[in-house]
């Protein structure tokens, strides 16, 4: 177990280097001039744009480009943004809103998900189930931005029982309803997968066994139920972490809120590489985490499975 | 039903109202409920009047520094630091500013305030991006230089503590006019110390000082009480909400969480008048759009040329694109400059070559044809990102049905790779391109564009007479003498058409209720004036 963990920590180490290669690659190849749309509609003087990609080292080849910025971050240094901001500045602001907002979409669609997920696969056909599904239907159908924008206005705007946009005040309470629609694509899977899962567990032998026993049936369900029906739901969750934070750029959009989303969203328009491959990075670096998180649960969940 | 079992129903409604009611509060902001919340966006850089050159930090920078003018809503530049200004012949100016004006950390403003920030500005190695403004001041080439040997220019001397004279290469009326725009505010001497710093927390001499600069989020600013100007704050202080959608800003409008929000997002066009009522402001602004066509085209240089260009700009339909693309919210062209600036004539001889006549287009077309027939495509280039795909489709459709030729509007993804192409001159295609004022004069908007040389002709158009004709004008002794003049280097563009004029800018503003507010000249709202 300890040699597992060490082993997939290492494996961290050329993943960090592949992605940053690459991801700084393609901002590099990014077409277009990034000092050509510094001045609006009225062209910088060619001797100030030579100075700015001077500053930025934008003249330079991509692999000394390259270089400075791996050179920079064992420094802790990230580079500076085209705003003149440190990038770790940027990023100390703007993932610990980003974090706070996909761990409570993770919550809500975990805790929903299950819950619902447990009631409809416990009475598979009837009316329960068959709402249920159907609303999980339309839910994933419907895409994330669209239900963005009807809870804002309805909730928002109309109800006034939320806050319409987030702004600087990220505290929990107004991060709710943002992170119940960036929840909302996801929360219909986690539900179909333990419905799926209970129900086919609800019929195992195991189970039939417990339940002759004369065991209770909330423990019926808790111990000898869901405990096998949570494997791929915590696999979905795992993997939906990492994908929770890069999707909150639509999320972040449309409740103003200033995360990684609308971070990431405003720096590869500008073509800024050092903010963009240090915050994917970062992104990459949680998915993989994650991952190695949700293995290692399983043996927690079931020790059945074990690694060597 | 039991007790127990209404217990809980209790419990849980309870808990709903609660939750609903904690959300609700957080609705409405409550601490800074008395300062003005109006929409912004994160400025590119450091708040400094000698390279903040885009709205987001325009806005925020004109309300912290005041220079010698400053521009009312209507754009009529009005006294502020001068106390006199002396010249005889627009070239040579003797500038005295007034005593007792202070920045906020307390020090004089004194004439070299105005001199170290012109000269800061200008010198190549501090890459402040508002450089080319200081272009007629003489001495500018050599400070400007890529490698400048010399630091300071030889066109501006301090006298003493409150003159300082300032000399150009060439007359220019127009250079009064700018006097109220950013980079011509002075700076403190702190500035200097360490600009970087500086830019994260500025000191300056305005109607309002920095409170705090949230980053991506707002900057507040409030009034400074010491401002002995006449564009004192009339509100209590301004908080720039910082929305990278105006979609979002809009929201926040109809939901009471924003006083004033500038720009009516396209996708509230069609409503904003029913959802707003009388909350809905509307205003001509200093901004317009052009389709430019270089004459290095094929078939576009000389009296073809002329006759092409004549030929697409009757034969595209601007006031059917207006309404039906924009809802009204542009108003067709009239000439090459835009109708919220001060000496807008709207009737020049000449005039008639911006209105739709399929007719006469065609006449002129077929004219062209007879000194070489036509050939291949018209292709219109546009960016993709930021809503011009439309309209640019819309034309050449005009274009298409009215010539009976092949044309298209073609895309290129970003503005900065548009930018790139025209700025190297590569670009094989007509393009769109706009011009928004950055101070309210006429020749702001043909001088950098169309004289030969000048530094956003993107068109290559050089025409010694029209280069004469705003010479003249710059040489003018009075603003109306000027707009005269001015009229008459229009008519040589109105028959030429480097490039072709489509519309300026109508802006659609909201208001909160109990809010007052005007837009002004350039279509940002009149912060200081601002009450609620």
Not at chain 1, 198 to 223: I, Y
Not at chain 2, 37 to 52: A, Q, W
Not at chain 2, 174 to 182: A, E, I, S
Not at chain 2, 320 to 336: A, V
């Amino acid at each position: 177990m300890v040699w597992y963990t060490i082993r997939r920590i290492l494996q961290l180490i050329p993943v960090f280097f592949g992605a940053t290669l690459l991801l700084y690659f393609m901002v590099y190849k990014l077409p277009g001039d990034p000092t050509a749309a510094l001045g609006g509609g009225r062209p910088l003087t060619e001797a100030v744009r030579n100075q700015i990609r001077e500053q930025y080292h934008l003249n330079d080849n991509f692999f000394t480009q390259y270089w400075l910025y791996l050179k920079g971050i064992f420094t802790f240094d990230f580079g500076t943004s085209f705003s003149g901001r440190p990038v770790l500045d940027v990023m100390q602001q703007a993932f610990p809103v980003t974090i706070r907002l996909a761990i409570m979409a993770l919550i809500f669609e975990a805790v929903f998900g299950i819950v619902f997920g447990v009631i409809a696969g416990m009475r598979k056909g009837g009316w329960f189930d068959s709402t249920v599904l159907v609303i999980s239907l339309i839910v994933i159908a419907i895409p994330i931005f669209v239900i963005g924008f009807i809870a804002q206005f309805v909730i928002g705007v109309k109800w006034g029982l939320a806050p319409v946009t987030v702004g600087g005040n990220d505290g929990i309470a107004n991060l709710v309803l943002p992170a119940i629609v960036l929840a909302s694509g996801s929360f219909a899977y986690v539900l179909r997968l333990t419905r799926s899962s209970v129900a086919e567990n609800a019929t195992a032998d195991h189970v039939r066994t417990a339940t002759a026993k004369g065991l209770g049936r909330p423990r019926v369900v808790s111990v000898h139920i869901l405990r096998n029906s949570l494997i791929p739901v915590v696999t979905f969750l795992g993997a939906d972490l990492g994908a929770l934070m890069a999707g909150a750029v639509v999320t972040e959009g449309i409740f103003n809120i200033n995360g990684i989303g609308q971070t990431v969203f405003r720096s590869v328009q500008i073509g800024e590489a050092p903010t963009v491959v240090s915050i994917v990075t970062v992104l990459v670096l949680i998915y993989l985490i994650a991952n190695l998180a949700v293995d290692l649960l399983y043996a927690v969940i079931d020790p059945r499975i074990r690694y060597a | 039903m039991t007790a127990v079992r209404l217990k809980k129903i209790a419990a849980i409604a309870g808990a709903l109202v609660i939750s609903a009611g904690v959300l609700a509060a957080c609705g409405g902001s409550s601490s800074d409920s008395d300062l003005v919340r109006v929409n912004g966006s994160e400025p590119e850089t450091g708040l400094i009047t000698t390279t903040t050159n885009e709205n987001g930090g325009g806005r925020i920078v004109d309300r912290l520094f005041t220079g010698l003018y400053y521009y009312d809503a209507d754009g009529n530049p009005k006294p502020a630091m001068v106390d006199k200004l002396d010249t005889t012949d627009n070239k040579n100016y003797t500038i005295t500013i007034k005593k007792g004006w202070k920045f906020t950390d307390g020090t004089e403003v004194k004439a070299h305030n105005f001199v170290d920030a012109w000269n800061f500005g200008a010198y190549t190695p501090n890459a402040q991006k508002q450089q080319s403004f200081f272009a007629p001041i003489a001495g500018y080439d050599e400070v400007s230089s890529e490698n400048p040997t010399v630091k300071t220019m030889s066109g501006l001397k301090v006298v003493d503590d409150y003159t300082f004279t300032v000399a150009l290469k060439q007359p220019a009326i127009d250079f009064k006019l700018g006097l109220g725009f950013t980079p011509f505010k002075p700076l403190p001497d702190v500035a200097f110390k360490d600009i970087k710093a500086f830019g994260e927390n500025p000191v300056g001499n305005g109607p309002y000082k920095l409170q705090t600069w949230q980053h991506n989020v707002k900057a507040d600013i409030v009034p400074n009480p010491d401002y002995p100007g006449e564009n004192k704050a009339q509100n209590k202080g301004i908080s720039f909400v910082f929305y990278t959608s105006l979609d979002t800003g809009y929201a926040d409008l109809q939901s009471g969480n924003l006083d004033v929000l500038d720009t009516i997002p396209t996708s509230a066009l069609r409503t904003y008048k029913q959802d707003l009522g009388d909350r809905a402001i509307d205003k001509a602004t200093a901004q317009n759009q052009t389709i430019t066509i270089p004459e290095r085209l094929a078939h576009f240089g000389g009296q073809e040329g002329v006759l092409r260009r004549q030929a697409i700009s009757m034969a595209i339909d601007r006031k059917q694109i207006t309404t039906n693309i924009f809802q009204g919210s542009r108003n067709p062209s009239k000439d090459f400059t835009a109708s919220s600036l001060p000496g807008f004539d709207g009737n020049l001889p000449g005039e008639s070559n911006l209105e739709y006549n399929p007719t006469k287009a065609v006449a002129l077309w077929n004219q062209a044809n007879a000194i070489a027939p036509w050939s291949g495509k018209f292709v219109i280039s546009t960016n993709y990102d930021g809503g011009h795909k439309e309209w640019t489709d819309a034309a050449a459709n005009s274009i298409k049905n009215t010539l009976k030729i092949d044309a298209e509007g073609a895309g290129i993804p970003t503005f900065s790779q548009l930018r790139q192409q025209i700025n190297d001159k590569t670009i094989q295609t007509a393009f769109r391109a706009g011009w928004q004022g950055d101070y309210p004069s006429m020749l702001e908007f043909l001088e950098p564009i169309f004289v030969t040389g000048g530094g956003s002709n993107d068109a290559g158009y050089s025409n010694p007479t029209f280069d004469a004709k705003v010479r003249e004008a710059e040489s003018q002794t009075s603003a109306e003498a000027s707009y005269k003049v001015v009229g008459e280097a229009q008519q040589i563009l109105l028959n030429d058409l480097p490039a072709i004029p489509m519309w300026d800018y109508v802006n659609n503003a909201g208001v909160n209720t109990g809010v007052k507010a005007a837009i002004t000249w350039s279509g940002l709202p009149d912060y200081e004036n601002i009450t609620k």
